[in-house]
């Protein structure tokens, strides 16, 4: 074969999530490591993420999965991997990371913070503009091993120059009290951070398109690499993790199971430091053609 032979590549949608049934959630609650470390917990199957590449061949294809259970009455964070038709061997890891709030904990904390500081009338008219702020959690590990849970919440306020203007609170989940002192709950810098807006029209809906590609690279008949292209969106890290490369094959050989970002830290002049958010999407220009919804 010719090193001259063009080159073609080929990008389709790759499944991502299988659908988290009752057979398999009852294999997960049910498991013995599960069941005797966690038995007053609340927990729920909140994630299900698979790991190998689809190759059409029946039962075994995509099979290879990743679970996350959060303990919605606390924060602990279990995870189990298996195979989808051997749930009879899950591997339960418990995991040091907290479980980040959910739509209705940060809802909950922002009312609190709109009543009690008495902001309702300005976020109202926009004055000041609440968001989910990085870390999402400001939470307080006792001597005893307890945690004191804290949801934060963000709140930006442009000021009559056009400056923006950060402050962090945090919400007490035990007992709604509003904390203004603590790890994380420091005033950030007066500027914005985070993502650009994209073109007008252009920001990507991360709901709408594929959520990760099969990326296949040919030479002739022979195939050259054959990867996994995850977006930022669809990404493993519990806070994101960027544009992951999974499974990267090369020849045939597996040369690197996976490749992400699991950290962005951001340093300001002024001495400030900002973790982000990896899971956000913005637009920017790239000529070419939209080989799948969402990929380009």
Same mark, same amino acid.
């Given at each position: 074969?010719? @090193? ?5 590549? @080929?990008?389709?949608?790759? $499944? ?5 049934? $009752? ?15 966690? $038995? ?57 990371? $907290? ?11 922002? =009312? ?20 989910? !702020? ?40 035990? @007992? ?6 603590? !790890? ?26 594929? *959520? *990760? ?35 990267? =094959?090369? *020849? ?45």
């Amino acid at each position: 074969m010719s @090193d001259t032979e063009a080159l073609r590549i @080929d990008v389709t949608e790759e $499944p991502l999530r299988a659908e988290i049934g $009752p057979e398999l959630r009852k294999a997960l609650l049910s498991h013995p490591v599960v069941k005797s470390r966690y $038995p007053n917990a609340d927990l729920w199957v909140v994630g299900l993420d698979i790991l190998d590449k689809g190759t059409g061949d029946g039962e075994d294809a995509n099979s290879l999965f990743r679970a996350v259970l959060a303990n919605m009455a606390g924060s602990e964070v279990v995870e189990a991997e298996g195979h989808l038709w051997e749930l009879d061997n899950l591997a339960i890891i418990p995991t040091a990371r $907290p479980r980040l709030p959910n739509d209705e904990e940060h809802a909950w904390a922002l =009312d609190i913070v709109r009543r009690e500081l008495d902001l309702g009338g300005r976020i109202d008219s926009g004055e000041i503009e609440p968001y989910r !702020p990085m870390p999402p959690l400001a939470s307080v590990v006792g001597a005893d091993g307890s945690v004191a849970r804290a949801v934060t919440v963000g709140l930006r306020e442009v000021g009559p120059d056009g400056t923006a203007r950060h402050r962090i609170v945090a919400v007490r989940s035990s @007992d709604g009290e509003i904390l203004t002192e603590g !790890p994380g709950l420091v005033d950030g810098p007066d500027r914005d951070c985070g993502l650009p807006d994209g073109p007008e029209g252009e920001t990507p809906d991360p709901t709408e398109g594929a *959520q *990760q590609a099969r990326v296949r690279l040919w030479r002739g008949e022979e195939l050259l690499w054959d990867l996994v292209v995850v977006r930022p969106a669809a990404s493993s890290g519990a806070s994101g993790s960027g544009v992951e490369l999974r499974l990267v =094959d090369f *020849q045939g050989v597996r040369v690197l199971s996976r490749a992400h970002l699991p950290v962005l830290n951001v340093a300001f002049d002024s001495g400030a430091a900002s973790r982000n958010w990896l899971n956000e999407e913005s637009a920017f220009e790239a000529d070419g053609e939209d080989v799948l919804a969402g990929f380009r």
